[in-house]
């Protein structure tokens, strides 16, 4: 009877990630829910309907409000099996990871509404769930241990003893004939520079993860800021009214909407650029180079720091924050460094 296959560090990471983001999405779909009657909420409705494209679809405050309802309880039901079975998942059920790749369409597309972007968390975690070593080990399939080079392979038990060195010439003794022979003195064989057995081995999975967490993150960042900089290029006005009537201090404090435009602008840029190079530096370090490692615990450090500002403004920003460190403590993990050393 052979022992099941060891559960990959992948998959544990994966089903946390479903089952925490899950319990996330429930409880934000319930705050949702419960708004959606507010008069705040009811005038964004309706701003939303008076200009387009709302004004264009047809519907009234009575049906987007519907709408919204019936979004949310599809997004809280489908996080709610997704939790339920990313307990499973950690128990090698097949099915289940099946069925979170089914949930993961409607879980994104509705979870937008009432959860923001713990949906594409909750889908890149299932999706992590079908990369390898996770596929092989839903399959029961034990990974060969890697040969390392430079280490001799004895003998199994089940082999017969090596036949010994043949004899060597008898050579005269001394004295009684020719003189014996030179010894020859062997010298040993030059070391050959192969690389230690940490660096032959495979890729680790801790720094797979981090490159799961920067592309996801920074490439959900770009998006959002390059819809918001095209959206204010396009519309400039409704994003302004939008967003006096949500800060209406910013009249009383003299800025004007130059300013705002330039800083939006300016902060969409270097978060483009900031985004680009750490998703090449991802890239780079997936690629074992060296630098690149360096480099992206430099720009999860400062993404970090950013967040947690943020977070004081908007609890939406602790799950930027909570990426940052994590992707920081897989690529200092001691195989991570041997891998690059």
Do not use: K
């Not at 060597?168 to 003794?173: F, G, K, L, S, Y």
């Not at 530096?281 to 060296?290: G, M």
């Not at 920003?317 to 050393?341: G, K, N, Q, Y």
């Amino acid at each position: 009877m052979t022992d099941a296959p060891h559960r990959p560090r992948q998959v544990t990471l994966a089903a946390w990630m479903i089952m925490g983001g899950s319990a996330l999405i429930v409880a934000l779909v319930f705050e949702r829910v419960a708004g959606l009657g507010s008069l705040e909420t009811q005038r964004s409705i309706e701003t939303f309907l008076s200009e387009p494209p709302g004004e264009g679809l047809g519907l009234d405050l009575d049906g987007v409000t519907t709408i919204l309802r019936i979004l949310a309880m599809v997004a809280g039901a489908c996080a709610t099996a997704a939790a339920i079975l990313g307990f499973h998942v950690l128990q090698r059920s097949r099915g289940a990871r099946l069925a979170l790749a089914v949930l993961a369409v409607p879980l994104f597309v509705s979870g937008m509404a009432a959860g923001g972007l713990l949906p594409a968390v909750v889908v890149a975690a299932a999706v992590m769930l079908w990369l390898q070593p996770a596929r092989d080990w839903f399959d029961g399939i034990t990974p060969a241990p890697e040969e390392r080079e430079g280490e001799p392979v004895g003998p199994s038990m089940f082999q017969s003893p090596p036949p010994p060195p043949p004899p060597v010439e008898p050579r005269a003794m001394s004295g009684f004939g020719s003189t014996p022979a030179p010894t020859t003195v062997r010298t040993p064989a030059p070391m050959s520079s192969r690389p230690p057995a940490d660096r032959a081995a495979g890729r680790p999975p801790a720094l797979l993860w981090a490159c799961v967490l920067t592309w996801t993150f920074c490439g959900l960042a770009i998006l959002v800021m390059g819809l918001s900089a095209l959206v204010l290029l396009a519309a400039p006005d409704v994003v302004f009214e939008e967003l006096y009537r949500q800060n209406p201090d910013l009249r009383d404090e003299g800025i004007s909407d130059s300013e705002v435009r330039t800083a939006t602008l300016g902060l969409a840029g270097v978060l483009l650029v900031w985004g680009g190079a750490a998703i090449g530096f991802a890239v780079q370090a997936f690629r074992r180079v060296r630098w690149a490692r360096t480099a992206l615990l430099v720009s999860a450090a400062g993404a970090a720091a950013v967040s947690l500002v943020g977070a004081v403004v908007s609890i939406a920003m602790a799950l930027p924050l909570v990426a940052c460190l994590v992707t920081i403590t897989l690529l200092v993990r001691p195989e991570v460094r041997a891998w690059f050393s």
